[in-house]
């Protein structure tokens, strides 16, 4: 089986235990040598200024090449460009370009006034600037705004002819789901490298509640097995088995690059990187 490309997501520290639990993540998954990774924005721009630090420090510490969330909420034109413009000049070389997630409280998502009214705007004039490779999200099942997944792929088509390089997917629980899309995509004339996002499922209340809040399908088999799991104690073991299940049937239809939605939980994601073969590259220097 051919090894993949991993990338792993973070999000920014609000607190300093969570600051902690965030280095210690990107420590245990650096050696891993993942071809990038990225850094959240909270929900209407809530984290932006912690989202700077964490993507500075990440690529200045740890010498990984870090892609910087940016999205439309909350913000006018400059100021979105203006971020970005501090990123080019930090040394980040790509970015996340996303529509973003309205302000808790404030329903579906409402442009600014004096900002961008879509991720296709923004891909646009990030794409104009030349600074950047961006990276854009791609929806497997039919996002909660839209009419049907056919819209999603056509909006996500748009994407690519805007100035986008590849689209990392929200998560899914089954691989026919992402192969579906994939051929779905590739009928529409998507020819840009889509990678599929996976989350390792430390704890499976709380993802369940997360998917069915973005639109991903809960396969009521993953009810009962975790039910059982819990009962037995073996939830850790079955989250990693599925995982790792998931992840080489993608690899043998041929996806070659996976990205990690971490949860600044590194372990999981370790071990199911170790099954499917991706060991840490240890440096010449330390080789006896």
């Given at each position: 089986?051919?090894?993949?490309?991993?990338?792993?997501?973070?999000?920014?520290?609000?607190?300093?235990?969570?600051s902690?639990?965030l280095?210690?993540?990107?420590?245990m998954?650096?050696?891993?040598s993942?071809?990038?990774?990225?850094?959240?924005?909270?929900?209407?721009?809530?984290?932006r200024?912690?989202?700077?630090?964490?993507?500075?420090?990440?690529?200045?510490?740890?010498?990984l090449n870090?892609?910087?969330?940016?999205?439309?909420?909350?913000?006018?034109r400059?100021?979105?460009?203006?971020?970005?413009?501090?990123y080019?000049?930090?040394?980040?070389?790509e970015i996340?370009a996303?529509?973003?997630?309205?302000?808790?409280g404030?329903?579906?998502?409402?442009?600014?006034?004096?900002?961008?009214?879509h991720?296709?705007?923004?891909?646009?004039?990030?794409?104009?600037?030349?600074?950047?490779?961006?990276?854009?999200?791609?929806?497997?099942?039919p996002?909660?705004?839209?009419?049907?997944?056919?819209?999603?792929?056509?909006w996500?088509?748009?994407?690519f002819?805007?100035?986008?390089d590849?689209?990392?997917?929200?998560?899914?629980?089954?691989?026919?789901?992402?192969?579906?899309f994939?051929?779905?995509?590739?009928?529409?004339?998507?020819?840009?490298?889509?990678?599929?996002?996976i989350?390792?499922?430390?704890?499976?209340?709380?993802?369940r509640?997360?998917a069915?809040?973005?639109g991903?399908?809960v396969?009521?088999?993953?009810?009962?097995?975790?039910?059982?799991?819990?009962?037995?104690?073996?939830?850790?073991?079955?989250a990693?088995?599925?995982c790792?299940?998931?992840c080489?049937k993608?690899?043998?239809?041929g996806v070659?690059?996976l990205?990690?939605?971490?949860?600044?939980?590194?372990?999981?994601t370790?071990?199911?990187?170790?099954?499917?073969?991706?060991?840490?590259?240890?440096?010449?220097?330390?080789?006896a």
């Amino acid at each position: 089986m051919t090894t993949p490309n991993v990338s792993f997501e973070f999000f920014p520290p609000k607190t300093l235990d969570a600051s902690f639990r965030l280095w210690d993540t990107v420590r245990m998954l650096s050696p891993l040598s993942p071809s990038f990774v990225s850094v959240t924005y909270g929900a209407g721009g809530t984290t932006r200024a912690l989202t700077h630090e964490a993507v500075t420090t990440i690529g200045a510490q740890f010498g990984l090449n870090v892609a910087a969330h940016l999205t439309c909420v909350d913000a006018t034109r400059a100021e979105t460009l203006a971020i970005a413009e501090s990123y080019a000049k930090a040394g980040v070389t790509e970015i996340v370009a996303l529509r973003g997630d309205p302000p808790k409280g404030q329903g579906g998502f409402q442009a600014h006034p004096e900002g961008f009214a879509h991720s296709v705007e923004l891909i646009e004039a990030l794409a104009a600037t030349g600074n950047f490779k961006l990276r854009v999200g791609a929806y497997p099942e039919p996002h909660p705004d839209a009419a049907d997944n056919l819209a999603d792929v056509r909006w996500l088509k748009r994407k690519f002819e805007a100035g986008a390089d590849s689209a990392i997917t929200q998560f899914f629980f089954e691989a026919d789901t992402f192969l579906r899309f994939r051929d779905t995509c590739a009928r529409e004339g998507i020819t840009g490298r889509i990678i599929p996002g996976i989350i390792p499922i430390g704890n499976w209340q709380g993802i369940r509640k997360f998917a069915l809040a973005t639109g991903a399908s809960v396969p009521a088999w993953l009810d009962e097995a975790f039910e059982k799991a819990q009962r037995d104690g073996r939830e850790e073991l079955l989250a990693t088995a599925l995982c790792t299940e998931l992840c080489d049937k993608l690899v043998r239809e041929g996806v070659e690059d996976l990205h990690f939605y971490t949860l600044n939980s590194p372990h999981l994601t370790r071990d199911v990187c170790h099954a499917l073969g991706v060991q840490p590259q240890v440096a010449l220097e330390n080789v006896a």
